[in-house]
Structure formats: C-alpha cells, structure tokens
C-alpha cells in the first residue's frame, strides 16, 4: 500500500501533469482508506484554485492601477 509520503508527493503533482493509469490508481485506493490525505487532496485543490484566480491577470490589474509589489 502506498505511503502518505508518497501519495502527497502524487497529490501535488497532479497540478504539474497529468498522472499515469498506476499513479491515479494507486493514489484512488490510498485517498479511499486515508481520511487525512483526503484532506489534504481537498486542500491541494483549493490552492490551486486561489492560484489561478491570483494568476497572472491580477499581475496586470496591479500593474494598470499602480499597486505593483514591491516585494515587502
């Protein structure tokens, strides 16, 4: 059975690419028997989703209205 270690590694990377037939399987059976890393694939997911709304057209909102950051 895989490991936590391992499922969260296959979690993040999902968002990169898209996994094989053995990767998504063996992540489907490890989120079924694993409440925490359910949890954490949820929270994976809602990262991601705040990254695309942040994304680049943000950038070019700040940048149009003056508010760029300057890092601080």
Same mark, same amino acid.
């Given at each position: #059975? %895989? #490991?936590?270690?391992?499922?969260? !590694?296959? %979690?993040?990377?999902?968002?990169? !690419?898209?996994?094989?037939?053995?990767?998504?399987?063996?992540?489907?059976?490890?989120?079924? %028997?694993?409440?925490?890393?359910?949890?954490?694939?949820?929270?994976?997911?809602?990262?991601?989703?705040?990254? !695309?709304?942040?994304?680049?057209?943000?950038?070019?909102?700040?940048?149009?209205?003056?508010?760029?950051?300057?890092?601080?």
């Amino acid at each position: #059975m %895989m #490991m936590c270690k391992e499922a969260t !590694r296959l %979690m993040s990377l999902k968002h990169e !690419r898209e996994l094989t037939l053995q990767e998504r399987v063996s992540l489907r059976f490890h989120l079924s %028997m694993c409440g925490a890393c359910r949890q954490c694939d949820r929270q994976f997911s809602l990262l991601g989703e705040a990254a !695309r709304q942040y994304g680049p057209d943000h950038e070019a909102d700040q940048h149009e209205s003056g508010q760029e950051d300057d890092g601080r």
